[in-house]
Structures are given as C-alpha cells and as structure tokens.
C-alpha cells in the first residue's frame, strides 16, 4: 500500500490540472490486507497525501482495499458501489463523486 500512496502523491504533484479548483479534504478508511486510514488534502491546486488519520475532513470513505484498487484504476462506479454498500461514505457525498472523477484522470 506504501507504493500505492508513493505512485499517488508523485502523479498528483506532476500534473496538478485535475485537481485545479478542488478544495476539499477526505479520509479513506481501507480494510483488508494491507488496510489503514489515509488522507488525501486538495488545496489551491495542490495535494497532500496522509499515512494515517487526517483529521477533520470534509468526506469520509470507507471500503476494502480491492475497491480502492477499483477505484483507482478507474474501474469502479461509486454510485453503484455505494448502493450495494460497497463504499460507505460520511459527509458530502458530491465530494466523492468528484474525487472519482479527479482520480480517472491519473493512471495508478
């Protein structure tokens, strides 16, 4: 997972276009193998990953990690996965349905 979050810090700071405008901090509770709290903080178009509980955050996602590993390579549909409670989400829910759409954009 510490590879992941690395290959997701490195893209997020060389291309900063998806991420222009957002202005939003989650928190993405992963379960399973390999599992943890992590952040992510989108702010003046800049991004910071969290190793750990971010704090206070505008939206809370929580799923296992293959999820997470869906999500990131653009292959899961968060509304869908939401639904069948796949992904539980607290806070704003537009906010997850963004960081989705941010995401699709980098190749994890």
């Known amino acids: 997972m510490n590879e992941i979050w690395t290959e997701i810090d490195k893209q997020l700071d060389e291309?900063?276009?998806?991420?222009e405008g957002l202005n939003a901090t989650y928190s993405l509770e992963l379960t399973g193998d390999e599992g943890g709290i992590f952040?992510?903080?989108?702010?003046n178009g800049q991004a910071d990953t969290?190793?750990?509980?971010?704090?206070?955050?505008?939206?809370?996602?929580?799923?296992n990690v293959a999820e997470f590993r869906k999500l990131l390579g653009g292959n899961l549909n968060t509304t869908a996965a939401?639904?069948?409670g796949?992904?539980?989400?607290?806070?704003n829910i537009g906010l997850a349905l963004k960081l989705e759409n941010v995401l699709k954009q980098y190749q994890f």
Do not use: T, Y
Request: hydrophobic share 40%.
């Open 82 to 84: 939401f639904m069948m």
């Open 50 to 63: 969290i190793q750990g509980d971010p704090g206070e955050v505008d939206c809370a996602l929580k799923m």
């Open 39 to 43: 952040g992510l903080k989108f702010s």
């Open 86 to 91: 796949k992904v539980k989400v607290k806070g």
């Open 15 to 19: 291309n900063r276009g998806p991420i």
